[in-house]
């Protein structure tokens, strides 16, 4: 849409309201933040999850599986599969079709092709504590049992894509058996990233033998993925003027929270959202939670 027609549209009883303006303005000089406001065309396809759930290094994976001869590094990975929360709507609207974008939105009926990655909430919680401490969102001596309160009542930064449950069920309830909507675990991408990778080949409708997903999958390590940052956190508009001393690319493991989170939180997150994660085949451990989640299951079937 053309400057002078956002202002038109903007314009109401002759008055244009301040935010108009900014928002003209920040548009035109490509300074807004797309987001949810994107314009989505038929042939894009979405790389969708809940903040700290993997995106990154499926971003790298599918870079580097559709440009096997173009090194992918933090420096291009904007331009060969961008963020729509961290660029603006006309550098999209500017990238070559088909576009294959990043998002952490909970559903969005205009994404047809979607790829979703889910993980377990209880390592999400986690990370995105290091992350709130990267970003300056919490000072270091922010307690994690009140963190973990935060994240489950949705009162974190990401408030506008929802908590973890209303992002993954969103997603789930509306697509899980569209054969344009594939579901990845983390879990399960970290235990078999060759076969997990062959399952995105396969919905991308390429041909990836053993040998070209093992070279996709060095250049997509998390140690590869960690030197890179090291040399280019500058650059890239996630890691700019950020902490250096708190990398953006964690342990890229799973079942920390074991050791990790206390009992308190543990059974917190489990009563809470027990029976999705059930549904999701993630272990309950605590009696509060198995409970809570067979509750809800039984309530659900009400009436059916």
């Known amino acids: 849409m053309a400057v002078g027609l956002l202002f038109q549209h903007l314009n109401t009883g002759g008055r244009t309201t301040l935010y108009g303006i900014q928002y003209v303005l920040k548009y035109a ?43 992918v590094t933090f420096a291009n990975i904007e331009t060969l599969i961008p963020d729509a929360e961290a660029q603006s709507s006309r550098m999209l609207k500017r990238t070559p079709r088909p576009r294959y974008i990043k998002s952490h939105e909970y559903f969005d009926h205009r994404y047809r092709k979607v790829i979703y990655i889910v993980r377990d909430p209880r390592d999400v919680v986690l990370s995105y504590y290091n992350f709130a401490r990267k970003y300056r969102h919490i000072e270091d001596d922010y307690p994690l049992e009140r963190y ?11 408030a506008d894509w929802g908590t973890w449950a209303e992002n993954v069920g969103t997603w789930i309830s509306a697509r899980g058996k569209d054969p344009d909507f594939l579901l990845l ?26 040998a070209s997903r093992e070279r996709v999958i060095q250049r997509s390590s998390a140690q590869q993925m960690r030197e890179l ?14 902490r250096a001393d708190i990398p953006f690319v964690g342990a890229a493991s799973t079942g920390g929270w074991k050791t990790k989170l206390p009992a308190a939180s543990i059974a917190r997150i489990e009563s809470e959202w027990g029976a999705l994660m059930q549904f ?4 309950l451990v605590t009696e509060v939670g198995q409970n809570a989640a067979a509750e809800r299951i039984a309530l659900s079937r009400v009436g059916q």
């Open 148 to 158: 973990v309160e935060d994240f489950v009542a949705g009162r974190l930064s990401s």
């Open 29 to 71: 000089l490509g300074k807004d933040v797309a987001g949810r406001n994107l314009a989505v065309y038929p042939d894009d396809t979405f790389i969708v999850s809940y903040p700290r759930s993997g995106n990154t290094w499926t971003r790298f994976l599918i870079a580097n599986l559709l440009h096997p001869n173009e090194p």
């Open 229 to 242: 940052e090291k040399k280019q956190a500058g650059e890239w508009v996630s890691t700019k003027n950020q």
């Open 280 to 283: 999701l085949e993630y272990e």
């Open 185 to 210: 675990r983390y879990e399960d991408m970290q235990r078999n990233t060759s076969q997990e990778l062959a399952r995105i080949a396969d919905f991308f409708g390429i041909e990836a033998d053993a």
